[in-house]
C-alpha cells in the first residue's frame, strides 16, 4: 500500500516532532501494510516554510534512519502546498515539491473556504503541465456547503484526495457522509492518511479500505491503490467522468 500525505519527516511542521516520532510512524505505517509513503510537510501554512531542497535533504536522512532500524518502508518527497497567488513562481524559483517530482502537487485550501482565485491559478498550473491534487475537499466547510466548487475544479481537470480518517467516521458523521458522496460522484481520486502522529491523527488507511471494500467491493479499492501507484510514477490516473452531488443527498446529511 502506498501512502501519498504523511507528515512522517521529524521537526518540520506539526507532524512528528522528533526522529523517534517519525520511526514509530513508520513501524505504525508497516502493521497497516503501508510499504512507500509520501512525505508531505506543510508549505505556507501558518509559519511552515518547507522549501523543495529541504525535504529531499530529510527523506533521504530518513531513509537511512529506517534502514539501521530496518524499518521496512521507503519515504518518498512531497509537499503540502497551502495554495497561495504565487504558486507557479514558487515551482519554478524550487520552493515548490510535487509529489516525487512527477507534476502531481498536493494543494490544501483553508478549512472554511475556497479562495476565489483557484480556478485561474489551477488552470496556469495546468497549463505548465502541473496536476493540482486538492488535499482533504472533505474537510472544507464551503465545500461541503456548496459541492458544485469541487465538481467545477475536477471538471477541469483537478485531482482530489479525501482522508482515510474521514471515511472511518473520525471527523464525524457528516464528514464521512460526504466523503462517501464524494466517492459516489467520481469527485475523489486518492485516499491518503495525513497522518501527523500515531495517537489521535494516525493511519486509518487499512480501516478506511475497509470501509470501501464493505461499501463498494474490492474494485474500488483496487482502483485507490492504483491510483496512488500511479502518481508517485508521474503516469496518468484512473478517472471517471465527475457528477454533480445531488442536493437532496446533501440534505440527509443534516
Ligand atoms: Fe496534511
Redesign the pocket.
Known sequence: MIDL?C?ILPGVDDGAQSLSDSLNMARKAVEQGIHKIVA?P?HLNNAYENPKQLIIDGVKELNEALRVEQIEIEVIPGQ?VRIHGEMLEGYETGEILPVNHTPYILV?FPSNHVPRYTEKLFYDLQMKGLIPVI??PERNQEIVERSDLLYQLVKKGALTQITAASVCGDFGKKIKNFSLQLVDANLTHFIAS?A?NITNRSFKLREAFGVIGQKYGNEMVYYFEENAALVIEGNHVYKEDPERIKRKKLFNLF
Open positions: 500525505h507528515h508531505t506543510h503540502e490544501e488535499v482533504h495525513d501527523h
